[in-house]
């Protein structure tokens, strides 16, 4: 079946630091894939998207490149901030089911 | 993009009782969907709410538990019955937008944080 796996967490890093957070997915077919953010006591935002392989999403300084052929959709940021401090899903969405399936999320953490 | 609100933002209610959650559309949307995200968990899905039909209800969620209501297209209605401390959660909806010739991408409200005692 179709699913999505990423990095546990907690991920701590100090205030300028690189991140990644893997994601890996199993499917059939051609997914759109989506990383959400969840900021401290508030709801789910669209963080950036890629709907079809070799696509790069970008949004506030973050990226994530859908392979296909690794079938994963890592995200990355090359400098984080405090503020970055939230949880991260990765999920992706078969237009034709329209479900969405989520990742089990991470937890960043950045010191100031 | 939609816009969604939800109502309430928070509650705390007491065992046995139940709660109506409210979500508000601004734009006229056909899917509606209902998610659960309880502490420290991802997201699972409730239901999936059409305008003129039953809800469709994912394994392990009854009709009975968590009714929804959809009158139209841009509001639907999803009730918590008989409140146990197991259904303190954050409740949230979300709706689909796309067209045929695109993908299609789900927005969500900003979620009802749900406490029972």
Request: proline share 4%; net charge negative; aromatic share 10%.
């Amino acid at each position: 079946g179709n699913s999505v796996t990423q990095m546990e967490g907690p991920v701590t890093l100090s205030e300028e630091a690189f991140l990644t957070i893997n994601c890996t997915y199993t499917a059939t077919g051609y997914p759109s894939l989506f990383w959400y953010v969840q900021y401290p006591g508030e709801g789910l935002q669209l963080l950036l998207k890629a709907t079809k392989a070799d696509d790069k999403g970008s949004n506030k300084g973050f990226e994530a490149t859908y392979r296909k052929e690794t079938t994963s959709f890592h995200l990355e940021k090359g400098s984080v901030q405090v503020s970055d401090s939230a949880v991260y899903f990765c999920a992706l969405l078969y237009s034709s089911a329209s479900k969405i399936i989520f990742g089990s999320g991470t937890r960043l953490s950045i010191r100031p | 993009s939609a816009v969604i609100s939800q109502k309430p933002s928070r509650d705390i209610c007491q065992r046995g009782t139940s709660l109506t959650i409210q979500c508000q559309v601004d734009s006229q949307v056909t899917m509606m969907f209902w998610y659960r995200q309880q502490p420290g968990q991802s997201l699972t899905l409730i239901a999936t709410a059409n305008q003129g039909s039953e809800a469709t209800y994912e394994s392990g969620f009854v009709i009975d538990k968590f009714p929804i209501s959809r009158p139209n297209l841009t509001f639907s209605t999803l009730t918590v019955s008989n409140m146990s401390p197991e259904d303190s959660s954050i409740y949230l909806c979300s709706v689909e937008e796309g067209t045929v010739n695109s993908y299609n991408e789900q927005f969500f409200g900003p979620g009802t944080r749900l406490t029972v005692l």
